[in-house]
């Protein structure tokens, strides 16, 4: 339900809500002092409104049919149709008493709507209100048009006579339908989010979303219009959100103030023929945040006119998806080189010295080792670091044949001497 839709309602209801009774006893006393009538009267001239144009005249009576004096305080409520908020000069009033206390008038928007209301001129505000007495009445003549600036996506409107302070009878309000020329198509502001997508972006988790607005029936907006957005969350962890929006080619960042994102005005004039406007946007957790998972976002847009008195939201448009904190890179590791094994069924040698060792690889500069693995394939074969060991034991093997063939030579004399 949008924000607009549920003013309407209450408007509808002749609910205050500010003056709502707090309890039902004093619901049910409030009920007791509803006894007021309101009357008006055919406007004159009869007929249709213009923008700018000429003014009608009604006469307003109260009357109360009660044997006690009833507080009147004057609420008229227009309701216009069509996607557009009132300002406050987009309809002309006046009042002026006829069988009434001298009067003052003046015109209000709460909750956005636009609302004429008068009251004593010897009182000290709306709040003063005029005491019909009991089984009286009190007659004034109520002057209504057309600003030259209202809106042109707006048509006809209704005019309702209730009061501030609830007395007056919800089946007893007087109203009537100013119809305004020209009569046109009406339509409405339509906005919707779709969430384009949500995931890893780099190193940030990123959700993109569009925000789109269209308008239909004929007429545009007669002043910009002005869009806040809304993030919340379940619980009350920091989010520290980082909100982007793609304006002018590039990514920027939205100012937060007052509990909200502002994003560019929707410039005036923007209307059926206008299309579909869409609004990029992107979401992300700053590093401060104290979300450790991911977590269900909100993301809410209220509507407003962007400039005059009337900036109170009038739609409105939410969405829901998930966002998880930034994702720290995980560092790369670099496998250690597994330790050397010694083949079983070898002899684990101690090198030699170095000055025997580079005599064995003097005297064999051609030797090369082939060993096998327990798994039968085969070693690389060439100069390794194990070339200077494999030599050395080599040619000490030699040198021990030569000292064992000159023993045998030198016994072998010996015994024949």
Do not use: C, H, I, Q
């Given at each position: 339900m949008s924000v607009r839709t549920a003013s309407a309602i209450a408007v509808v209801a002749g609910v205050v809500t500010t003056l709502l009774p707090l309890s039902a006893t004093a619901a049910s006393a409030a009920d007791e002092q509803?006894?007021?009538?309101?009357?008006?009267?055919?406007?004159?001239?009869s007929g249709p409104l213009s923008r700018g144009?000429?003014?009608?005249?009604?006469?307003?009576?109260?009357?109360?049919?009660?044997?006690k004096a009833l507080k009147y305080n004057p609420w008229m409520i227009a309701q216009q149709s069509g996607p557009s908020p009132l300002q406050k000069d987009d309809i002309?009033?006046?009042?002026?008493?006829?069988?009434a206390p001298a009067t003052k008038y003046m015109v209000g928007q709460q909750d956005g709507g636009w609302q004429g209301m008068f009251y004593p001129a010897s009182g000290s505000g709306v709040q003063s209100g005029f005491d019909i007495p009991a089984n009286g009445k009190m007659t004034w003549k109520v002057t209504v048009g057309l600003g030259a600036n209202y809106p042109t996506n707006d048509g006809d409107f209704r005019f309702t006579a209730s009061s501030l302070s609830s007395t007056v009878d919800p089946k007893a309000m007087g109203s009537h339908l100013f119809k305004v020329d020209p009569q046109i198509k009406l339509g409405r502001l339509k906005t919707w989010f779709k969430q384009v997508s949500s995931g890893k972006d780099g190193q940030e988790q990123r959700a993109y979303l569009n925000l789109n607005y269209q308008a239909t029936g004929d007429g545009a907006f007669a002043e910009g219009l002005a869009t806040s957005l809304i993030l919340t969350h379940p619980g009350q962890e920091k989010a520290d959100f980082r909100l982007q929006a793609l304006i002018d080619g590039r990514w920027q960042d939205l100012k937060f103030d007052d509990g909200q994102y502002e994003l560019p005005v929707i410039p005036k004039g923007f209307g059926a023929g206008s299309g579909v406007r869409t609004q990029e946007l992107r979401l992300?957790?700053?590093?401060?945040?104290?979300?450790?998972?991911?977590t269900t976002i909100t993301m809410e847009a209220r509507i407003r006119l962007a400039n005059g008195g009337n900036t109170y939201p009038f739609e409105d448009s939410s969405v829901q998806f998930p966002l998880a904190p930034i994702t720290e890179p995980t560092p790369a590791v670099t496998p250690s080189a597994p330790p050397a094994k010694t083949p079983s069924g070898t002899t684990k040698?101690?090198?030699?010295?170095?000055?025997?060792?580079?005599?064995?690889?003097?005297?064999?500069?051609?030797?090369?080792t082939t060993t096998g693995s327990?798994?039968?394939?085969?070693?690389?074969?060439?100069?390794?670091?194990?070339?200077?060991?494999?030599?050395?034991?080599?040619?000490?093997?030699?040198?021990?044949?030569?000292?064992?063939a000159w023993l045998g030579a030198r016994r072998r004399r010996a015994t024949t001497a």
């Open positions: 509803a006894l007021l009538r309101t009357e008006m009267s055919t406007p004159v001239p144009g000429a003014t009608e005249t009604f006469e307003l009576t109260v009357k109360n049919p009660s044997g002309v009033f006046k009042v002026d008493a006829l069988d992300s957790l700053g590093k401060d945040t104290k979300l450790k998972k991911k040698v101690e090198p030699a010295s170095a000055t025997s060792s580079s005599a064995v690889a003097a005297g064999n500069t051609n030797l090369t327990a798994t039968g394939s085969l070693a690389s074969t060439g100069s390794d670091s194990a070339m200077g060991l494999y030599a050395g034991l080599a040619a000490a093997l030699v040198a021990l044949g030569a000292a064992a």
